[in-house]
């Protein structure tokens, strides 16, 4: 089983911009992804690729802000989150599976957070 270790989040206003980062602990040939989890509120889905960086699913509220991406050779995938909106604030879960869409996650990292203030 692969370890995912997430970093990037923090503290940005309405507007602003982040990149999270995963890094897995070994090559992994899985899918990986983004979901986030508000205080209150279930895990929802964020965005995934697939290994090969060809196929990527979004959540719709992502609304064209967010990218995913990966970079195989640093075993890491990037989100770059843009026009972040308070509702974005959540902790923010890397996740590794078999399927692109993420329907089955077999990893998950401990989290980083996200607050956007307004």
């Known amino acids: 089983q692969v370890q995912l270790v997430e970093s990037g989040g923090g503290l940005v206003q309405t507007g602003g911009s982040l990149r999270l980062s995963c890094t897995a602990s070994?090559?992994?040939?899985?899918?990986m992804g983004w979901f986030r989890q508000a205080p209150g509120k279930e895990r929802e889905f964020v965005a995934a690729?697939?290994?090969?960086?060809?196929?990527?699913y979004y959540a719709d509220f992502v609304k064209d802000r967010f990218t995913i991406s990966r970079d195989n050779a640093k075993n890491t995938v990037y989100l770059e989150m843009n026009s972040l909106e308070p509702e974005d604030t959540a902790r923010y879960y890397c996740?590794?599976?078999?399927?692109?869409?993420?329907?089955?996650?077999?990893?998950w990292g401990q989290g980083t957070q996200v607050t956007v203030s307004s």
């Open positions: 690729v697939n290994w090969s960086n060809t196929t990527t």
């Open positions: 996740a590794a599976g078999a399927n692109t869409d993420l329907r089955a996650v077999d990893s």
């Open positions: 070994h090559r992994t040939y899985r899918a």
